[in-house]
């Protein structure tokens, strides 16, 4: 298995260090899980399945823990613990800043003893600035990297429970775990900080700059696009959302209202977004008239981005996610139930799909592995130096993989076309919007394509893909993300590339898997709604519920970057490329891990519960002094609750015996919540954070997105940089939520213009003279300016 010459220990507990230990394993790593006296606290976490002679322990945590190793250290083992260590390649770390720092354990000790060691030290805001020793939980963390505020009713956002977060962060550390693997030489630290992670999903607002829209459109409705949304059917439910004006013209067409395609009001997604309730009522009333499945065969038919919103029971029926091996057996003790497979499908060197997890301190003899030889890295303090990408990626799931390629060192050479340019650039083919190079002032696609060099081909051309082909053939890798019969269709799939590199690693990011819905056509918010996401979020009288506006785009992204790092790193040892084959929608399976194995475990799936949690009491989103200002609180512990009380001077509470215990406070949770809120409604969201916070309350005000760059946390550890571009002028951009320093990693060069590297690729690699590249321009098959689509194109 690719990674199965790696020995990794992991420190401390959490949902996101297990599951970067998790990739880890699945890809045939020796991971030794380190746990306290009594076994890790995820152990009881429900649901509980019987392990064999009456024990029960946590299914979830089963999942999180497949193929590994466990071992139970207490204070007085920490020697031997540093001896195992003195042979590891990598430590996965969730202590805590403090523990960092010194006893046998601390970081500089080890790295002493083991000088090749690679460290990730997870904490949930890093090793410095105002947040450093907040307490934090999945919601109080989301709140505060600006995911919670745009979702829900006008009212007061919705979160979604529980442990989106931790994933996300889980698949970070891999991605910097791999990145120091692969950079060779001596082993390198990251510091990793779950709430900068977790910023990968607002980054795409904060840019706008904090003049953005302020509340929510209500449940479903973003500002973004329209139609967007989730529609009950005949039977069962359907997901939406067009983005392109060729997908509204078809929609207006399938559902008979040819004249909205024709109103000049509705010509842009964000126009038709301020008129949602009147083109609601065209369609709405008409998707009741047929079942769900069948309205998306209609969209795979019409290329819409149609989705079946599946219940938790539908999606482990569905036949092609399960033909898809989406779905696993794992398996604890005497205990058996399916989980998500990992999605990082590599086609030579597959994960292994589920697994065992052990009980605690079970610890099989670990298996034989040679040891990683060690690489001379290039001269460079970023991880990735010396690798080469082509970037055929438009949008943001592709764009993300080979920024994170480009933000550690790599060589990222973006690909567009002057007529078929990234789709992130804008979709307006109005004449004015040429002539004012709208297409060069889109802030997100800024954020999504710093530290590349971009150039133009025409890839319906024949030069043009020879030219392409003539970078791949220098590559170590290729991105993209387009539906699966583009790229067969212009001669660069796979099996045509690999003639020019047989070596080459591929990541391809179709949204569907193989199989009937292999042609499907999706953005970010049809995959959440195609992997039954919205199903598990909401209160438990509304519908099913988006999370985010494009929650699969920077889930896929994150995804393919962990699989692109796994290929490479065994293309390293082995000098064997392959074909990376994604699907988007199996990536976001593992973010409704908990609900998927609970309806597997129990045959129903757990209540919604809106912004309440299973286990902490009281947790919830508050109203704060200010208009459309809130702070998320939630009580974890008996004590915290006493705190709490203590804070918002009820003491009587905390002396009442009935709340002193999570189910006790269950029974009054209504009266908790009004008592909690009387208090934040009088005071600064901010104010009441730092108030409760100091007391040992975790608590994190639910930031705008749009307004990040002025949270004085991420400010004061520099995450985010300005950079200034042509066209644009100085703009923010978020950096990695890991670092080797107390400073980010650096934005080396701004998002390319259209064509902005022509010369210094095609002129410059592949060696074309200035008459050469002239005659190109002149042919339209590179350039420096967009031009609109070709009639009928």
Excluded at 97 to 122: K, M
Excluded at 149 to 170: T, Y
Excluded at 230 to 246: A, D, E, F, V
Excluded at 489 to 516: H, I, Q, W
Aim: charge should be neutral.
């Amino acid at each position: 298995m690719p990674l199965s010459a790696l020995r990794v220990v992991e420190l401390g507990s959490g949902s996101a260090l297990a599951y970067g230990g998790k990739i880890f394993s699945d890809f045939g790593a020796d991971v030794l899980k380190v746990e306290p006296p009594g076994g890790d606290p995820g152990r009881a976490e429900p649901p509980l399945v019987d392990v064999g002679g009456g024990p029960r322990e946590s299914a979830y945590f089963a999942w999180l823990n497949t193929n590994k190793r466990s071992r139970v250290a207490g204070p007085e083992d920490e020697e031997s613990i540093a001896a195992l260590l003195a042979d590891a390649d990598l430590l996965l770390d969730a202590r805590g800043p403090d523990s960092f720092l010194s006893g046998v354990l601390a970081h500089d000790r080890l790295r002493a003893e083991n000088p090749g060691l690679v460290i990730v030290a997870l904490s949930w805001f890093g090793e410095d600035g105002p947040y450093r020793n907040f307490r934090a939980t999945d919601t109080t963390c989301r709140a505060l990297a600006g995911l919670i505020n745009l979702i829900g009713p006008r009212e007061k956002p919705v979160a979604i429970n529980d442990h989106q977060a931790d994933i996300v962060a889980g698949i970070a550390s891999f991605i910097a775990a791999m990145a120091g693997l692969l950079a060779g030489g001596a082993g390198r630290r990251f510091s990793l900080s779950i709430h900068e992670a977790n910023v990968v999903l607002s980054d795409s607002h904060t840019v706008h700059g904090p003049g953005g829209p302020r509340g929510r459109f209500g449940v479903n409705r973003f500002s973004s696009t329209f139609p967007m949304g989730i529609y009950p059917c005949l039977k069962g439910w359907l997901g939406l959302g067009l983005s392109t004006p060729q997908q509204w013209r078809d929609f207006c067409g399938l559902f008979g209202v040819p004249e909205l395609a024709a109103d000049p009001r509705f010509f842009l997604g964000v126009d038709r977004a301020v008129h949602a309730d009147e083109i609601e009522a065209h369609f709405a009333p008409k998707l009741l008239a047929r079942t769900a499945e069948e309205w998306f065969s209609e969209g795979l038919r019409h290329r819409l981005p149609f989705a079946i919103v599946p219940d938790m029971a539908e999606l482990l029926a569905q036949e092609v996610p399960r033909a898809n091996g989406a779905f696993a057996a794992v398996r604890i003790g005497a205990a058996s139930f399916e989980g998500p497979a990992l999605p990082l499908r590599l086609t030579r060197t597959p994960p292994r799909a589920g697994g065992t997890a052990p009980r605690a301190g079970q610890s099989p003899p670990a298996p034989h592995s040679a040891r990683r030889p060690f690489w001379n890295s290039v001269d460079s303090a970023l991880p990735l130096a010396g690798v080469k990408i082509v970037d055929f990626t438009m949008g943001w799931a592709g764009p993300l993989v080979a920024r994170h390629m480009g933000d550690l060192g790599a060589e990222v050479i973006k690909i567009e076309a002057c007529r078929h340019y990234d789709w992130w650039r804008g979709q307006d083919h109005r004449p004015e919007a040429y002539a004012t190079r709208i297409y060069e002032k889109r802030a997100n696609f800024l954020e999504l394509n710093r530290n590349k060099q971009g150039i133009t081909l025409d890839l319906t051309t024949e030069e043009g893909v020879a030219l392409a082909k003539r970078l791949v053939a220098r590559a170590d890798a290729v991105v993209e993300n387009f539906s699966r019969e583009v790229m067969p269709k212009l001669g660069l799939d796979y099996a045509a590339l690999t003639k020019e590199n047989p070596e080459l690693v591929m990541v391809s990011m179709a949204a569907f898997p193989r199989g009937k819905w292999e042609t499907g056509r999706a953005y970010g918010f049809t995959l959440e709604q195609a992997a039954g996401v919205p199903s598990v979020a909401g209160p438990p009288d509304g519908p099913p519920m988006l999370s985010h506006y494009a929650y699969g785009d920077p889930i896929g992204g994150l995804n393919g970057t962990a699989a692109l790092l796994a290929a490479l790193w065994h293309k390293r040892l082995t000098g064997q490329g392959q074909h990376i084959d994604l699907s988007q929608v199996a990536c976001m399976i593992p973010m409704i891990a908990p609900w998927l194995i609970a309806q597997s475990v129990t045959s129903r799936t757990p209540e919604r519960m809106g912004n309440r949690h299973p286990h902490y009491v009281p947790q919830n989103i508050f109203s704060s002094f200010g208009p459309d200002d809130f702070l998320a609180i939630s009580v974890t512990t008996d004590a915290m609750w006493r705190a709490l009380c203590g804070v918002i001077g009820r003491a009587d509470l905390a002396r009442d015996p009935a709340l002193a215990t999570a189910q006790g406070r269950r029974a009054q949770e209504e009266k908790i919540e009004a008592v909690i809120e009387d208090w934040t409604r009088a005071r600064d969201a901010d104010v009441a954070m730092n108030t409760l916070q100091a007391a040992g309350v975790a608590a994190g005000v639910v930031r705008s997105p749009y307004d990040l760059a002025a949270d004085p946390h991420l400010a004061a550890r520099g995450f985010w940089q300005v950079t200034e571009r042509k066209f644009f002028g100085p703009h923010v951009q978020s950096a990695l939520p890991f670092r080797e320093s107390k400073k980010p990693y650096p934005v080396r060069y701004p998002a390319p213009t259209m064509g902005e590297f022509n010369d210094a690729v095609l002129g410059g690699i592949l060696g074309l003279s200035p008459a050469e590249l002239a005659r190109l321009a002149d042919a339209e098959i590179i350039g420096t300016e967009a031009l609109p689509p070709r009639r009928g194109g």
